[in-house]
């Protein structure tokens, strides 16, 4: 645990921004959301009336918490995943107006996120709107990452790709990604950000990513890099331009903008992916 007491994460707390509360839960008792590959199996005091709203902070959780086992009961407490054509997997978004770095770099022309495909399109239909803006409640959820768990297990999905929209947001976050990467070895996961600081805390304080995980440093501006201390990156290409020396080129465009048979993007061995902008 790297010199902290293994019960308190309120250093990975996010605060809270109003008082509203949504989506009562009964109580329940949880163990520490020290993950089992640490050594720790101290159990943690028993929560009573549990409320979860979309301003409350996110938690560490624990991935082996007891949760329902019907499908349909596990994607009401995840808010469910989507499956995008192009993608050889499921994947799971958050709004894009949720983004935290992305939300200032909207604003900065000639970033990737200026023009943001996420905040335009399908993306904004009122039924898709509310989906995504229900999955960024239900990630505060304590049973959330031990549902995920027991979702992608059961559907036995080999590809997962986090956040075709949306972002990290926070470190606590970030760490129930990985605890639930952890506890789905079976399953390669792609997780673009933009979140660097973010990345940057959770390894200095927990350590390495899995193997079965690729975080994926996004550039922020088109035709530039990722910063270099990040092992794996992704850039997006200036309009007209094909291709770049910089890494591996995503083939999607001539492809029906499909992945096919291409898993670069999950690959330990791509070190950079450059996109064309969309």
């Known amino acids: ?42 159990t943690r005091m028993m929560m009573t009336t549990l409320t979860v709203g979309e301003t409350d902070p996110i938690t560490v959780q624990d991935p082996m918490m007891e949760v329902p086992t019907r499908v349909r009961d596990l994607e009401s407490i995840v808010g469910g995943m989507s499956k995008p054509s192009k993608m050889p997997g499921y994947c799971y978004s958050l709004p894009a107006k949720r983004c935290k770095v992305g939300s200032s770099l909207r604003s900065v022309k000639g970033s990737v996120c200026h023009g943001c495909y996420a905040m ?71 997780l673009p950000t933009r979140e660097y600081r973010m990345v940057d ?21 088109i035709g530039k890099v990722a910063p270099s201390r990040f092992e794996h990156s992704s850039m997006v290409l200036p309009k007209g331009v094909e291709s770049t020396d910089e890494g591996f080129t995503c083939p999607a465009p001539q492809q029906g903008n499909e992945c096919r048979k291409c898993r670069a993007c999950w690959s330990q061995n791509a070190k950079i992916i450059a996109y064309r902008v969309h």
């Not at 409640?137 to 049973?143: F, G, N």
Request: proline share 7%; hydrophobic share 35%.
């Open 1 to 42: 645990h790297r010199g902290r007491n293994p019960l308190n994460h309120n250093h990975l707390r996010e605060p809270a921004k109003k008082s509203v509360n949504v989506n009562l839960f009964p109580h329940f008792a949880v163990q520490c959301p020290c993950s089992p590959w640490a050594g720790c199996y101290n």
């Open 201 to 221: 805390e959770y390894v200095g304080e927990w350590g390495p990513l899995p193997t079965n995980l690729v975080v994926r440093a996004s550039a922020h501006m």
């Open 120 to 190: 335009k399109g399908f993306y904004n239909f009122p039924k898709t709107a509310e989906a995504l803006e229900h999955r960024f409640r239900c990630i505060r959820d304590p049973r959330w990452s031990a549902a995920m768990v027991a979702l992608i297990r059961k559907r036995s999905i080999r590809y997962f790709r986090w956040h075709d929209s949306g972002d990290l947001q926070s470190v606590a976050h970030l760490h129930n990604i990985v605890s639930i990467c952890r506890m789905t070895p079976g399953t390669r996961h792609w």
